[in-house]
């Protein structure tokens, strides 16, 4: 993060904002698309305004919000301006604001702030080449979208650089007629819009993508973060919601990671190892289910079965496991505290993390790998906001909602299944003495860990009788579901 610079440009800044007269017109601009238009979600939008305010006044500064947030301080713009209108400062393409939001309930079950996300990682990208776009929130240079620093792309019109003066009233014919036209559904095509200019195409996730991009190009970016929120937004607060804006995540991230601009290749010969890794960091998201379903399932089945594949408390090996296991959670409990949260929303967080690894991220890389392979999957699923106020009630009361039968709960309740079914046999063969405690202490650690993990399930399940509960539904597959692979694994472990 940087800060912002000294008073005395401070107050020369303000003179002119105070002295500036800023007229505000509420304008609506809409497309209409028909079925031979590809529709292009977020980023279609954004560039159809982005044409529409170059033909209206071509203004150097674009701010992108959410129709969710609104601003929460009258000095934002002051506070961005101490960025742009630097001249050591010429390169970076965007002022990145922290998203940041209102009603989250004290422990923040969901993890519905996102604090990694959105305020931890952005630190450590901003001292390399610049946090990634995360969508809202953020004032860009509208030169930004037309090529890199040094090379400037050519528009179709002229009227679209972002160089051209309008010299004409908002209101004359002219103006209004060349809005109209750029806001056409058919405008586009045969443009360079979309691949060379304005917000990317290609991905689910046109925020981050773009970002992305813009930086490859040479455009840096700066986070800032002031102690008084910029804006505040809303979140879902119900579990399937959470999950499914997770898995839409999941998908567009995924569509950048394997295709030709993946970070993993192009990020790191455009800006370096670094912020390839960083970036890198993002577009696997999904990868992310293999070692969590596994950690879910494999260890628990093996318990049950007899099986142990960790070392004993004894041998070398196993302090090597406690080692990674405790590095990383005291690593990551540092992390969020230091950045001003408290040890249950942190508890809460590793929570969804590992919830999303074997729901969003398991079916939102099942959905990309079909898609790539030409399987229809699932459509773009716009993330439900509105507040019922049954669920608000067990949401401030810190209460899980689990009203739908979403089929992202069924990995999720089968592992809480079998966890526990894995932790009831394990113990119960210490008492028989039929296995070592130094045979199997990962294991029941691990089955230990997800019950704990697992408890609102539970409770879903057995305790409660709201519209928030588990469906029976969901129950009864997620049963089978464990049964199923308790046979399985039962068929694998006979042959040892």
């Not at 130094?438 to 305790?463: H, K, M, R, T």
Request: aromatic share 14%; proline share 4%.
């Amino acid at each position: 993060m940087l800060p912002c610079p000294s008073t005395g440009r401070r107050k020369i800044i303000q003179r002119h904002i105070k002295s500036a007269t800023i007229l505000l017109d509420n304008d609506y601009v809409g497309t209409f698309f028909f079925n031979t238009n590809t529709i292009l979600f977020k980023a279609g939008a954004l560039n159809v305004l982005l044409r529409v305010s170059a033909a209206m006044t071509n203004a150097p500064l674009i701010l992108t919000l959410d129709c969710d947030m609104y601003s929460n301080d009258p000095n934002t713009p002051l506070q961005m301006l101490c960025f742009m209108l630097d001249s050591k400062m010429s390169k970076y393409g965007y002022v990145q604001f922290p998203q940041r939001f209102h009603g989250i309930n004290k422990n923040d079950i969901y993890g519905g702030e996102n604090k990694r996300l959105f305020q931890i990682n952005p630190i450590g990208m901003d001292g390399l080449a610049g946090t990634n776009y995360v969508g809202t929130g953020t004032f860009f240079r509208r030169r930004a979208f037309f090529g890199g620093p040094s090379s400037c792309v050519s528009t179709e019109k002229p009227e679209l650089n972002p160089n051209h003066v309008v010299d004409k009233s908002i209101q004359s014919e002219a103006v209004l007629e060349m809005a109209q036209s750029v806001a056409s559904c058919e405008y586009e095509n045969g443009t360079k819009w979309g691949y060379k200019m304005g917000f990317r195409y290609g991905s689910l996730v046109e925020d981050y993508f773009t970002g992305y991009q813009l930086n490859c190009e040479g455009w840096d970016s700066v986070f800032y973060h002031p102690d008084r929120a910029a804006f505040w937004g809303d979140i879902p607060i119900n579990l399937d919601d959470v999950l499914s804006q997770n898995k839409r995540w999941c998908v567009g991230l995924l569509e950048v990671g394997f295709s030709k601009y993946s970070p993993i290749i192009f990020g790191k010969k455009s800006r370096g190892i670094l912020m390839g890794l960083a970036y890198s960091h993002f577009a696997f998201w999904g990868i992310w289910s293999i070692p969590v379903t596994i950690y879910a399932f494999i260890p628990q089945l093996a318990l049950i079965n007899g099986v142990s594949p960790f070392p004993k408390v004894s041998e070398p090996w196993f302090f090597l496991y406690v080692f990674l296991f405790l590095g990383s959670y005291i690593q990551d409990c540092l992390d969020f505290m230091l950045m001003g949260a408290t040890f249950h929303r942190w508890w809460n967080d590793q929570r969804m993390w590992l919830i999303r690894g074997i729901s969003s991220y398991l079916f939102g890389s099942i959905d990309f790998f079909l898609k790539s392979l030409g399987i229809s999957t699932f459509g773009f699923v716009i993330t439900n906001k509105v507040i019922d106020d049954e669920q608000n009630k067990h949401y401030e009361q810190g209460v899980f909602e689990f009203g739908v039968a979403s089929p992202l709960f069924v990995p999720l309740t089968t592992a809480a299944i079998i966890n526990f079914i894995a932790f009831s046999v394990g113990v119960t063969r210490l008492i028989l003495g039929q296995s070592k405690l130094e045979d199997i202490l990962i294991q029941l650690i691990l089955s230990g860990f997800g019950i704990v993990n697992c408890w609102p399930v539970y409770e879903a399940i057995l305790l409660r009788n709201d519209k928030g509960k588990m469906p029976l539904k969901i129950t009864f597959l997620s049963s089978l579901l464990a049964f199923s692979l308790y046979s399985l694994s039962y068929c694998l472990t006979s042959k040892i």
